[in-house]
């Protein structure tokens, strides 16, 4: 059973920076994809990013290219989101999810998910 853990959510002043992390259980992590995704309440879940399971593919949401890096160290089971020049709008829970072999940015093709972290961005 895989299981995912985010945590580094919190409130920040616009123009700041976290740094999102998620752990997880299981022996087949570096098989795998991972994705973040995010919901701002009354609104759909929205991709964010995505890294394939060596970290040599990554993909973005426009509206965060250039100011969100995913990344993930294998070793440690991990992945990370690191946001820079953050935006009220960027205001969500943020989940991290387990993909498939390739990258993708549809929710449809992530079968585990985590609880979410909060990132609440004050203007």
């Known amino acids: 059973q895989v299981q995912l853990v985010e945590s580094g959510g919190g409130l920040v002043q616009a123009g700041g920076s976290l740094r999102l992390s998620c752990a997880a259980s299981?022996?087949?992590?570096?098989?795998?994809?991972m994705g973040w995704f995010r919901q701002a309440p009354e609104k759909e879940r929205e991709f964010v990013a995505t890294?394939?399971?060596?970290?040599?593919?990554?993909r973005y949401a426009d509206s965060v290219k250039g100011r969100f890096t995913i990344s993930r160290d294998n070793a440690k089971k991990t992945v990370y989101l690191q946001m820079n020049s953050l935006k009220p709008e960027d205001t969500a829970v943020y989940y991290c999810a387990r993909g498939l072999e390739v990258v993708s940015t549809t929710p449809y093709d992530y079968n585990y998910w985590g609880q979410g972290t909060q990132v609440t961005v004050s203007s």
């Open positions: 299981g022996r087949t992590f570096s098989r795998f994809s």
């Open positions: 890294i394939s399971y060596n970290g040599g593919n990554t």
